[in-house]
């Protein structure tokens, strides 16, 4: 992981963060981690008592806890410190884990499908292209469904189009209590476009 700078993220601040960084050094009763681009991020996690990471490496999904998160340095450059985790999880089921998009970012995405349009809330994505959208219950997508050109808008950016193949849908609650869909959908895009989105989701959101 340290060799091939993994990205190793974890969810913090009562699940509205993401931090995202990478392991820098492993010593005797803790680890070192690098320093989070987003500040808010790094101060989430130094304000958590115990931090469960997850990472994937070389077609393995790790998962690992950690606790006592202090300021540190690493080569001069700011760092985190925390005391070694007892205990790793490797699980190769599930090769590419979801990474849940943080409550506090409205990802949103614009579905157009002959004369009915809709919006949907993106939810979470694996590194590996496959998203969860939320939509209205009363809208009926079937699996095998291929819907070209829809939107993905999200602030501070400019909008993103993509096709997307809808593999299965299931009824969840919606946050106000009413029925809902949730659709697990591939997303289809050429192999750079795919890369850089799936970058700027696991990365900065």
């Avoid at 989070?36 to 690992?64: M, P």
């Avoid at 080569?75 to 599930?94: C, D, H, K, M, S």
């Amino acid at each position: 992981m340290i060799a091939e700078g993994d990205p190793v993220t974890a969810t913090v601040g009562g699940g509205d963060v993401l931090f995202v960084s990478r392991l820098l050094r492993v010593e005797p009763g803790a680890i070192i981690l690098a320093w989070a681009d987003e500040k808010r991020a790094n101060s989430a996690l130094l304000a958590e008592t115990v931090v469960t990471f997850a990472c994937n490496h070389r077609g393995v999904h790790y998962r690992f806890a950690a606790g006592e998160p202090s300021e540190a340095e690493h080569e001069g450059a700011p760092a985190i410190r925390l005391v070694r985790p007892t205990a790793l999880v490797a699980l190769q089921r599930r090769v590419h884990a979801r990474t849940p998009v943080p409550r506090a970012v409205e990802l949103r995405c614009e579905i157009r499908l002959g004369a009915l349009s809709f919006e949907a809330q993106v939810v979470d994505i694996t590194i590996a292209g496959m998203g969860s959208l939320i939509y209205d219950g009363r809208i009926r997508l079937e699996p095998g469904t291929t819907i070209e050109r829809a939107t993905i808008r999200y602030p501070g950016r400019g909008p993103v189009a993509v096709d997307l193949e809808v593999r299965h849908v299931t009824r969840v609650l919606s946050p106000d209590g009413g029925v809902a869909h949730r659709a697990g959908c591939r997303i289809l895009a050429a192999e750079a476009d795919l890369e850089a989105l799936i970058r700027l989701f696991v990365t900065e959101l």
